[in-house]
């Protein structure tokens, strides 16, 4: 089974930004939806956003829709997070893995969790 690797992550001040990028080996991730999702400590591990194979469609939850941006690039196989106006509830390791479908209020992983990478943001 293949994972998916987060990178990019940092510590930021609040209403800072960073760009996560989510990349794999033995997999051609512009095959498949991907997904983020994130877990603060203590915390159970929640989802982010999703887009489509093609990145046409894009979803994300209401925490933070309007501040992150989904994106990739399929000639690269990458898929990126934009991470806008940070705040301090945003911290949190970020993950992201392939999806069967990306569909909104329905976040399921399809590949087995891999590296992530942390987000800080301090106040």
């Known amino acids: 089974q293949y994972q998916l690797v987060a990178s990019g992550g940092g510590l930021v001040q609040s209403g800072g930004s960073l760009r996560l990028s989510c990349g794999a080996s033995?997999?051609?991730?512009?095959?498949?939806?991907v997904g983020w999702w994130r877990q603060a400590p203590g915390k159970e591990r929640e989802a982010v956003s999703c887009t489509t194979s093609s990145g046409a469609f894009r979803d994300y939850v209401d925490a933070v829709k309007g501040r992150f941006t989904i994106s990739r690039d399929n000639a690269k196989d990458m898929v990126y997070l934009e991470l806008t106006s940070l705040k301090p509830e945003d911290s949190a390791v970020y993950y992201c893995?392939?999806?069967?479908?990306?569909?909104?209020?329905?976040?399921?992983?399809?590949?087995?969790w891999g590296q992530g990478t942390q987000v800080t943001v301090s106040s």
């Open positions: 893995a392939t999806m069967g479908r990306c569909i909104s209020g329905t976040y399921r992983a399809a590949s087995d």
């Open positions: 033995g997999v051609s991730l512009h095959y498949y939806a």
